[in-house]
Each structure stands twice: as C-alpha cells, then as structure tokens.
C-alpha cells in the first residue's frame, strides 16, 4: 500500500523528464491501467497451487518495478514501469483478498477486514510522508528508486520470515487444473 502513494512524485518527476501536461495524465493513469489488465487477465489465479508464493512474488517484484521508474530515461518507460506496477499489485491484492477470505475463521472475519481496509488507508498516507521527507533529502527520480528498492528488501525479508505463507499449499480441490 505504500508503494501506490509514489503518484505524490509525478510533478516534480513532470520536471525531471520535461512532460507535458497531458504527459503527466498517462503517469496518473497508468498505475490503474496495469490494475484493470491485472485483475481482466488473473483468470484463475486465486486457484494457484501456493497462492501465499506468488502473492509474495509479485508483490516483491512491484516493489521493484516502482524502483525501476526513477531510473527510466524517458517518461514512457516510467510510465511502462508503473502499469506494471498496477498489473503486479493487482495480483498481489487478488490473492491477499482470496487468502484472507478463504483462510481466516468465520468470527474473526470482520476484525480481519477491518484491519485489511486501515492498512490500506495509513499505508498510503505514510508512504506520501515518507516519499514527502525523502525529496527534502533526495531528487524525486532518487526518491522513487529508493522507495522501490528498499520496498522491495522489505518484502524479500518478509517472505523470508514469512516462511509458513511462502509454503502454503491450496487444497486440491482448488487448485487450477
């Protein structure tokens, strides 16, 4: 949720790649591009044989998709790596949903959900304050690519310790066939 609040960036990366205005549009469009051809394409992907993997993956590698946008060298290839963004977290967000749907108890739903809704709130107004304080210190081509990457060494820790969801195996019966 963090990563998605790099559009507080997209004026001053405007400046850094001399955009038009209307350039500046494809910026802001092209995260929830990569998110409707993410969630029209993921067919079956709820129904993978270790959903909690391929979350973890694809969430690492939108991590790191955000990082490669502050080192493209021209505006299209940042905005090529931002609706990979999108594509990439809206299949991480389809298998999280699919994941706690699917594998929290009945009682503990709501408070699972309500949980899920507040950290994509806060996340997205502390990566803003976070990506606000790293260009007082460093360009916004700089405070992109380092969000992204330290993002993304965030994530493979995670998925290091996270070493029961990395394993997690669907019934059978789910499983795409």
């Given amino acids: 949720t963090m990563a998605s609040a790099v559009r507080v960036l997209y004026p001053s990366l405007a400046n850094h790649w001399q955009m038009s205005a209307s350039q500046i549009g494809f910026l802001f469009a092209a995260v929830p591009l990569g998110a409707a051809l993410g969630a029209l394409t993921s067919g ?3 129904h993978t044989a270790m959903p909690g993997r391929v979350m973890l993956l694809s969430t690492i590698a939108a ?8 080192i493209m060298p021209f505006w299209a290839a940042g905005a090529a790596c931002l609706a990979l963004f999108g594509y990439l977290s809206a299949i991480s967000s389809l ?3 699919t994941l706690i749907q699917t594998q929290t108890p009945d009682d503990m739903l709501g408070r699972i959900n309500g949980l899920w809704t507040a950290q994509n709130v806060t996340g997205d107004a502390i990566g803003a304050a976070l990506l606000g304080a790293m260009g007082t210190l460093l360009t916004p081509a700089a405070s992109t690519s380092v969000s992204g990457v330290g993002l993304a060494v965030m994530g493979v820790l995670l998925a290091l310790l996270l070493s029961e969801l990395r394993r997690f195996r669907q019934p059978a019966a789910q499983t795409a066939s």
Avoid: D, K, N
């Avoid at 991590?63 to 502050?70: H, L, M, N, S, W």
């Fill in 44 to 46: 079956r992907i709820a």
């Fill in 63 to 70: 991590f790191i998709a955000i990082g490669g946008v502050g």
């Fill in 95 to 97: 298998l999280q949903y």
